[in-house]
């Protein structure tokens, strides 16, 4: 009999090269994959809600993989923790429904950017922050985060390798704060483009330091062309907080507010 099984992810990505397994072994499918079938004693296959790319964290990641063997749901925590290298860590299993997938399941996904603005680089969150040195309008970015809420056809801010049906999304939230030096940058959409988060962020740095208006995000969405606007921006703050998922699933909401406790 097969049973699918849900799990809860964190990471920090600076030591891997991305979710999706790589022929050199080091990403976070590798390594999970690896320690499942230590516990399972077989190959095991597993599928994300979110792909993310070498450098991006995640406080929130959820997979699902089938097994046709009967284990403790302890042995998909602490045993797989047991096998999983430093920089990851399974936080909560579930039996799901085999009608659940972590990917196709979720209505929406969280995202959020941690930037430290000020003029020295980061020393103790190296590699877990972005860094901008300069003045940046908190108010500006505000305003031009704001344009981005509803359905929008996100092109100026889609990698050119983004393998997505539609460039079109529906945006929930974009939105930014401060807290002493750090800026925090919330996003929740139905879905997002590769590399969109670190191009919206990328741009609304722009229009902070004032290089442009935050009407210059509309311009962009109209002109739909990647050329237009800011450079992709580092991926050392980015954390996927997880997918969205109607209740009916019951799972745990992996986003406990864990990296904005580390901040604010």
Known sequence: MTTRIALGL????????GWQSQSSGRTIQDALELALARIVGAPVITHC?????????????????DVECERPMTAWVRGVNTYLPDGVAVRW?????????????ARGRRYRYLLLNRPQRPGLWA???GWYH??????????????????????AFRAAECQAKSPIKHMSRADVRQS??????????????HHMVRNLVGTLIYIGKGANSPAWVETLL????RKLAAPTFSPC???????VYEAHWALPDNDDHLVEGLFI
């Not at 450098?55 to 929130?60: I, K, L, Q, R």
């Not at 109209?222 to 062309?225: A, G």
């Open 10 to 17: 964190e990471y920090c990505g600076n030591e891997f090269r």
């Open 49 to 65: 809600a979110g792909r993310t790319d070498a450098g991006v964290h995640a406080t929130g990641q959820v997979v699902h993989f």
């Open 93 to 105: 299993a579930r039996i799901v429904p085999e009608e659940f997938h972590a990917r196709f399941s």
């Open 127 to 129: 590699g877990r922050v």
């Open 134 to 155: 300069g003045a940046l309008d908190l108010g500006a970015m505000q305003d031009a985060s704001r344009r981005l809420l509803g359905e929008h056809d996100f092109s």
């Open 180 to 193: 002493g030096a750090m800026l925090v940058f919330d996003f929740e959409a139905s879905a997002f483009l």
């Open 222 to 225: 109209q002109m739909k062309d």
């Open 237 to 243: 703050g980015l954390y996927f907080r997880g997918p």
